[in-house]
């Protein structure tokens, strides 16, 4: 359940303050369905340059169980090919 505070947390991030200067690579996974946080979407894709090197964004485009299988096979890749 979102709140105000909660609306209000995010808003006071900024992409510089909490992508900028990690020690490795991130998997960011997106629901391209929801709208209970208007443009976040839009703002991770404009940060996303601020990541290190070999992370990955992914927009999932589904629901439901298709959504949970979609992003489950996301993770078992990115754990995976970062295990090698």
Request: proline share 7%.
């Amino acid at each position: 359940m979102l709140s105000k505070e909660t609306l209000a947390d995010v808003s006071l991030q900024s992409p510089e303050k909490t992508m900028a200067d990690l020690p490795w690579p991130i998997l960011m996974l997106h629901g391209g369905l929801t709208d209970e946080l208007p443009d976040t979407a839009e703002a991770a894709t404009a940060a996303f340059p601020l990541l290190p090197e070999g992370s990955r964004l992914y927009q999932v485009q589904a629901d439901g169980d298709a959504a949970t299988e979609e992003i489950a096979r996301l993770s078992t890749e990115w754990v995976t090919r970062r295990l090698r």
